[in-house]
């Protein structure tokens, strides 16, 4: 079966413009999460969503992200003006349930000029 | 708070053995480990939970003492196949937010 799958693979954009990035889990799959990675860094938790329960939002760095899930499958994370700081790679990953193996997809590059 | 990964980086011929270590300051609860190569998505190797449990996958082991709240990563036998970045992730009693190390870079050569 098909894998999570991330649009767009890579976006530039410019500083104070606002991008959306896509994520499609696997399908059933119930748990959905967000992380950033940066150069030489590890993966960053950001959001965490389970089903219809309220998303887990701790890890956003600040209130220029955003994330929803709709009909409990399909995310879509937000960046409000973007800074150059927010350049990264964004991975979403999903999970059958909480707690189980996460599957990454092939993420995001986020470059901001 | 983020896990310590040892060594930072390490390169090894074909067919030689490696160990990674993953250690945390807080209790934890499981230990999962993946691997990522240049510019693809992580790919998941294997979770252990508390309780000193061993798990193997081929040549690839791991092992997780709950205590000193370390996991170690076994790869004999390395393969050119294996080069790549390990990450371990860990959680404790919520376990499912893992909180990632910063990788070990792995090369294997010929």
Redesign the interface.
């Known amino acids: 079966g098909a894998g ?1 799958s991330q649009s767009p693979s890579n976006k530039v954009t410019e500083k104070g413009k606002d991008v959306e990035l896509r994520c499609d889990p696997i399908s059933g799959h119930t ?1 959905l ?1 967000w ?1 950033r990675q940066s150069l ?6 950001l959001i ?1 969503f ?1 089903g219809n329960s309220a998303p ?1 939002k ?2 956003l760095p600040s209130d220029r992200f955003s994330a929803e899930r709709t009909g409990g499958s399909v995310s879509t994370l937000t960046i409000q003006r973007t800074q150059q700081e927010d350049s990264a790679v964004y ?1 979403c990953a999903s999970s059958l349930v ?2 189980d ?7 995001t590059r986020l470059t901001v000029l | 708070q983020q896990p310590v990964q040892s060594p930072q980086a390490v390169i090894l011929r074909e067919g030689e053995d490696a160990v990674i270590n993953c250690s945390s300051s807080k209790a934890l609860y499981s230990v999962h480990w993946y691997r990522q190569k240049h510019g693809e998505a992580p790919v998941f190797l294997m979770i252990l939970l508390k309780g000193g449990e061993q798990k193997g996958h081929e040549k690839i082991s791991a092992s997780f003492n709950e205590k000193k709240q370390q996991s170690s990563l076994y790869l004999t036998a390395s393969q050119l196949s294996y080069s790549g970045t390990y990450f371990c992730g860990t959680a404790g009693g919520s376990n499912y937010k893992l909180t990632f190390g910063k990788g070990t870079l792995l090369t294997v050569n010929p």
Request: glycine share 20%.
């Open positions: 999570v748990a999460y992380y030489g860094q590890g993966l960053e938790f965490y389970q887990d701790s890890g991975l909480r707690a193996t996460q599957y990454f997809g092939p993420g």
